[in-house]
C-alpha cells in the first residue's frame, strides 16, 4: 500500500511540474509543402529529433509558394538552423526560409 501511495504521489508531482513547464511557440515560413504527406513528413522530423516539441503545424502561406510553420516546444533554443537539421534527408525537398521565436 505504501508503495502504491509513493507512485501515485511521484506521478502527481510529475504532472504538476509538466504542467508549470511554460511553451514557446516559433513561426516560420517553410517551401516545398504540397501535399499531407509533405506536412506529415515534417511534422514527424520536427517532433523527434527537435527536443521537448509539443506540436508541429503547416499551414497555408501569404502566397502558394510558402507555407506557415509553427512549431510549439518546451524548449527556447530552437532554431532555423536546428530545424532545418532535424528534417534531415528531406531538407533536400523543404527549405525553411525563417524560424523566429513568437513574441509573447
Do not use: F, R, W
Amino acid at each position: 500500500m505504501k508503495k502504491l501511495v509513493l507512485a501515485l504521489s511521484l506521478l502527481v508531482t510529475a504532472a504538476l511540474q509538466a504542467a508549470d513547464e511554460k511553451t514557446v511557440t516559433y513561426e516560420g515560413q517553410i517551401t516545398g509543402v504540397v501535399c499531407a504527406s509533405c506536412k506529415a513528413h515534417i511534422t514527424a522530423a520536427l517532433s523527434q529529433k527537435l527536443t521537448d516539441v509539443v506540436s508541429v503545424d503547416v499551414k497555408p502561406g501569404k502566397d502558394a509558394d510558402t507555407q506557415k510553420l509553427i512549431v510549439v516546444a518546451h524548449n527556447d533554443t530552437i532554431t532555423k538552423e536546428s530545424a532545418t537539421e532535424a528534417l534531415g534527408t528531406y531538407a533536400k525537398n523543404y527549405q525553411i526560409l525563417s524560424l523566429d521565436k513568437k513574441a509573447e
